[in-house]
């Protein structure tokens, strides 16, 4: 008798992960949201989300008539990063130009900068940056200083100069920004795809007044947290593996890590993912509250994962809050398999903290279902 009742549970869990399922796959159109938008935006916030400057617009204010202005000037107008120059007349003109944001900096040569050039001493230019850009702004200086030290450098050429450093770049030889970008956008893009499918699960059936005709049946209280979970896990995986593939395949990006280490790293982070939604879920008495909800956690968990800034500049609650979100764990493993060919002591290291959290992220969302309901 325990033997039928157990095989009894089995067929009545396996159906209800196939009706949740169905629920998701069943219209051509829902396959089309659930898998047609994260593969599209992976393919454009690649070239989209980058940090690299250019196509940038300067101006210029030259009240020197001599050699090393033009030297000067001739350079930034064979920078790659600059599409145009903007020789202004005045101080006015060249506010304006920078209150508009139609430059992003300015150089302003005085009138004596080759006469002391030729007499022998440093020449000195001030730039003018719009700080309202100030990322961008930050590094247009970095590359203008650097065309300055090349000038200043070819005049001065027995000069006794610094000793030369050997730059190289471990694991990103030519500072590819999209080889880091894209295996991050596709940790991002399954957060976010497994997280709304689950915050809307519960909250659908609930709007559709399905959900009480699952509470009067024999269902039980895990049976209904795995029925919701499996499917989201088994769809969130897929999108996580398309979007690796896509960044090896069409992005050429090199994989030098484990994928039979990062499969089951991916598996965890999702079902971690899939706890977060369940408890947004379960909170949540319509659809529209649950996308909201989906959408105050996931940016807030975007933007503290140390995707855009790292977390140790943090403030030190803000990076312990950190070690709580799955992103935060799941990018160093992402990023590492793809270029640095990650050890397996520090996906070890990476994966404890994604277990705990779906631990209790999965028995919270369970406590507070069964709160809900009673």
């Given amino acids: 008798m325990p033997h039928a009742s157990g095989r009894f549970a089995i067929t009545r869990l396996r159906a209800q992960i196939v009706k949740e399922a169905l629920s998701i796959l069943r219209d051509p159109r829902s396959r089309m949201v659930?898998?047609?938008?994260?593969?599209?935006?992976?393919?454009?916030?690649?070239?989209a989300a980058t940090l690299e400057v250019r196509n940038v617009e300067?101006?210029?204010?030259?009240?020197?008539?001599?050699?090393?202005?033009?030297?000067?000037?001739?350079?930034?107008?064979?920078?790659?990063?600059?599409?145009?120059?903007?020789?202004?007349?005045?101080?006015?003109?060249?506010?304006?130009?920078?209150?508009?944001?139609?430059?992003?900096?300015?150089?302003?040569?005085?009138?004596?900068?080759?006469?002391?050039?030729?007499?022998?001493?440093?020449g000195h230019v001030q730039i003018l940056v719009d700080g309202r850009r100030s990322n961008t702004g930050q590094i247009t200086v970095g590359y203008l200083s650097a065309i300055a030290?090349?000038?200043e450098a070819e005049l001065?050429?027995?000069?006794?100069?610094?000793?030369?450093?050997?730059?190289?770049?471990?694991?990103?030889?030519?500072?590819?920004?999209?080889?880091?970008?894209?295996?991050?956008?596709?940790?991002?893009?399954?957060?976010?795809?497994?997280?709304m499918l689950t915050a809307l699960s519960i909250a659908r059936e609930r709007e559709l007044g399905t959900f009480d005709q699952l509470l009067v049946s024999p269902t039980s209280m895990p049976e209904i947290i795995i029925s919701k979970s499996?499917?989201?896990?088994?769809?969130?995986?897929?999108?996580?593996?398309?979007?690796?593939?896509?960044?090896?395949?069409?992005?050429?990006?090199?994989?030098?890590?484990?994928?039979?280490?990062?499969?089951?790293?991916?598996?965890?982070?999702?079902l971690s993912v899939v706890g977060i939604g369940l408890m947004i879920s379960a909170v949540s008495a319509t659809q529209q509250?649950?996308?909201?909800g989906a959408f105050a956690v996931g940016i807030t968990a975007i933007l503290m994962s140390g995707f855009a800034t790292p977390v140790e500049n943090m403030p030190t609650l803000l990076q312990w809050l950190a070690q709580a979100i799955p992103l935060t764990?799941?990018?160093?493993?992402?990023?590492?398999?793809f270029l640095k060919a990650i050890p397996r002591s520090d996906i070890l290291a990476s994966l404890w903290p994604l277990a705990i959290i779906a631990a209790v992220t999965l028995t919270m969302a369970t406590v507070i279902v069964r709160r809900r309901l009673q």
């Fill in 230 to 270: 499996l499917p989201a896990l088994a769809i969130g995986t897929l999108l996580g593996l398309l979007m690796i593939a896509a960044g090896v395949v069409l992005f050429r990006i090199p994989f030098s890590g484990s994928f039979w280490l990062l499969l089951p790293s991916l598996v965890l982070f999702i």
């Fill in 329 to 337: 764990h799941f990018l160093i493993i992402v990023q590492g398999s």
């Fill in 289 to 292: 509250q649950a996308i909201l």
């Fill in 58 to 122: 300067i101006a210029i204010h030259n009240q020197d008539a001599g050699r090393w202005s033009h030297e000067l000037i001739q350079r930034l107008d064979s920078a790659e990063f600059i599409t145009r120059t903007h020789p202004v007349a005045g101080n006015q003109e060249l506010r304006g130009l920078i209150d508009q944001g139609k430059v992003i900096a300015a150089l302003d040569i005085p009138a004596d900068f080759s006469r002391v050039i030729a007499a022998g001493g440093t």
């Fill in 156 to 195: 001065t050429p027995d000069a006794a100069a610094p000793m030369p450093v050997a730059v190289r770049n471990w694991f990103n030889p030519n500072l590819i920004y999209r080889w880091f970008i894209v295996p991050s956008l596709a940790g991002i893009l399954a957060f976010f795809s497994a997280l």
């Fill in 34 to 47: 659930v898998f047609m938008p994260p593969l599209l935006q992976l393919l454009v916030f690649a070239f």
């Fill in 149 to 151: 030290a090349d000038v």
